[in-house]
RNA sequence: GGCCCCAUCGUCUAGCGGUUAGGACGUCAGGUUCUCAUCCUGAAAACGGGAGUUCGAUUCUCCCUGGGGUCACCA
């Protein structure tokens, strides 16, 4: 057997969807694991979905997932290494055109394809009139056959736009596939398929079947959303005496309420989270203008049919705090998934290597990847136990990769706390976070107090805070007063995570009984202004000894006379 | 609605005629801890229903039910 050559082939866009990041990855891990080839092929044929540079986003995506083309756009890594190019190009079939028209004159020459001017009222009506009869709708060519050359000539001077359709024949079509067996769609399910638009663009089922034989493909692993297309396919592969190709179609993805993951969703998540919190207008951005204008917002909060652009969207969710579903591949990375993991967990949707085993890398998928262990049914998408995966590979890695991976992607996404907190204290912080992050960008999102100004460090008015400031006795108001003396002791030079942790032990052994969480909670509420953080001692030693004083003064005297 | 496909804990799944139906996430109950989160112990939790085939069905067949996909000049 010859090595197989797979193709993952998306309509141009910005992003990558989870579901096409999964087909993307079986289809890599089954030609790589069997020494072959994985296209990737942009599927541009509908001249309403842009297609410039920005459109094609998403290969940034796949090769964060470690998906490496061998043939196809041309990308740069961003290690510097070039991906795609290859000698079946081009990989847009935007550019085939002349490839499919050639194709389409075979077909009607041979009798096989026929040109239609319906229009589209006409074809309107009668989708309109088998569903009002209840009957599926299947489009009659005998108008269109009934066609003499003369007639088509006329038509067509007259200007009126045609299709090619294709003679489909009537007849039942058997679908083999690797991944459910067989099924036989019984004649008249296939109508006369238009192959070429108005436009003189291929329709997909056409370029899918042209591009497949002509790039070389052997192997096409798809959603199973496209199987009842496989058999316009083998109809059309048969009609143009073509390769026979081995299917496999892949169970979907959906949320775990069993809707489809769409880019809406997060939409709804922000609409739900912008009238909860009353919001009339778009919050404003650094610059102090609204990040959406005025009427685009409130269009858009009012109508659940519009949508936000995805920059606007996050930028939005981002002002306000909420955090947006995750639906494509740079959500995830956004928010510090990584992207090893999504991959193993990405791959358990839908297959598993058996044994009990569920934790592993791209390599040991492409090892064991078969399409004899893909499963049948749909799967709802588990954050949750993504998140578990994650935190899993946080806690494996060792201390220098996890500052290293830390730092890169605040440099992506916090570049001004990067800013702010310099080497040292980051290291600081990465070595304190790691133990408790799910995520690279809990860390960030969960420190903002480290990277504000001392004198505009908020500290909230909570139940928890007012317990760990007013409570007790003595309360730790008064614990925190005293304890700013024994800090203020300490030179710079010896502010250290131990160095504190030692005068603060000996501090608690003398004035709170030897309770350190006593002298810890105020201490914590004192610098964040909350009562959530790293370990104080961390914390402090990050804050460094001005700063820490600074903003003990500040909760004196915010909360100074207060009573619980 | 026609056609096609599918069906094991809440979720992802293992199982390929005989198992105490396994694992993971989540959940619940304890424990550790300066908050949070980790971490440790333990527990509850599934073969949709009905007929067959068979000595024996989660496993094979059929029906029902339920779920999904698809019926475009989108892909």
Not at 4 to 25: D, I, M, Q
Not at 200 to 228: C, I, K, S, W
Not at 326 to 349: C, K, Q, T
Not at 415 to 429: D, S, W
Request: with cysteine; aromatic share 8%; charged share 25%.
């Amino acid at each position: 057997m010859t090595a197989p050559v797979t193709r993952f082939a998306p309509s141009p866009s910005g992003n990558l969807h989870v579901g096409g990041a999964r087909t993307a990855l079986f289809c890599y891990a089954y030609a790589k694991g069997r020494g072959g080839k994985f296209l990737l092929r942009i599927e541009d044929t509908d001249q309403k979905r842009s297609s410039d540079a920005a459109s094609l986003g998403f290969l940034k995506d796949l090769e964060w997932l470690g998906l490496r083309w061998d043939e196809g756009p041309e990308f740069e890594a961003p290690d510097g290494s070039r991906v795609g190019g290859g000698p079946h190009g081009p990989y847009f079939q935007s550019e085939r055109l002349a490839i499919y028209d050639r194709e389409i004159a075979r077909l009607i020459a041979a009798g096989k394809a026929y040109e239609a001017f319906d229009t589209a009222e006409e074809l309107d009506a009668a989708r309109a009139a088998a569903r009002a009869a209840g009957r599926p709708y299947r489009y009659d060519g005998s108008k269109a056959l009934a066609l003499s050359p003369a007639d088509r000539a006329r038509l067509a001077a007259e200007g009126r736009p045609g299709v090619v359709r294709f003679r489909s024949g009537e007849r039942a079509v058997t679908i083999h596939d690797e991944i459910l067996g067989d099924a036989t769609l019984p004649a008249g399910e296939v109508d006369d398929f238009v192959i070429r638009k108005a436009d003189g663009y291929p329709t997909y089922h056409f370029a899918v079947v042209v591009d497949d034989e002509t790039m070389g493909v052997t192997h096409v692993l798809r959603a199973q959303e496209h199987f009842n297309n496989t058999a316009k396919h083998l109809l059309l592969q048969e009609a143009l005496g073509y390769r026979r190709l081995t299917y496999g179609h892949l169970p979907l993805i959906f949320n775990p309420d069993g809707s489809k993951m769409s880019k809406r969703d997060k939409d709804r998540a922000l609409r739900e989270a912008v009238v909860a919190a009353g919001l009339e207008a778009s919050p404003a951005g650094d610059d102090g203008r609204p990040l959406v204008d005025h009427e685009t917002f409130l269009r858009w909060k009012g109508d659940k049919t519009v949508q936000l652009a995805a920059d606007a969207a996050t930028a939005v969710a981002d002002a306000m705090g909420v955090a947006l579903p995750e639906i494509n591949v740079e959500d995830f990375r956004r928010s510090g998934y990584l992207p090893e993991v999504l991959v193993n967990f990405l791959a358990l949707n839908g297959w598993s290597p058996g044994n009990d085993l569920e934790k592993f890398d791209l390599a040991f998928l492409c090892s064991r990847f078969d399409l004899d262990r893909v499963v049948k049914t749909p799967a709802k998408f588990d954050r949750a136990k993504l998140l578990a995966f994650n935190l899993d590979a946080i806690q494996a890695m060792d201390a220098g990769t996890f500052l290293r991976r830390l730092r890169a992607h605040g440099e992506r996404y916090h570049p001004e706390f990067l800013r702010t907190l310099g080497e040292p204290r980051l290291a600081i912080l990465a070595a304190a976070s790691q133990p408790r992050s799910k995520t690279l960008d809990e860390v960030f999102r969960g420190n903002r107090a480290l990277v504000v100004a001392d004198d505009v460090l908020v500290h909230e008015r909570s139940k928890a805070v007012e317990k760990a400031l007013l409570k007790g006795e003595p309360t730790g108001l008064d614990l925190l007063a005293k304890a700013k003396e024994s800090l203020a002791a300490i030179p710079s030079a010896e502010w250290s995570p131990a160095r504190l942790e030692q005068a603060m032990n000996e501090f608690a052994g003398g004035h709170a009984g030897g309770n350190i969480g006593k002298v810890a909670q105020p201490l914590r509420v004192a610098v964040t202004g909350g009562t959530v953080s790293p370990p104080i001692f961390d914390v402090l030693a990050i804050l460094g000894r001005d700063s820490t004083l600074r903003r003990i003064d500040r909760c004196l005297a915010a909360f100074a006379g207060a009573t619980a």
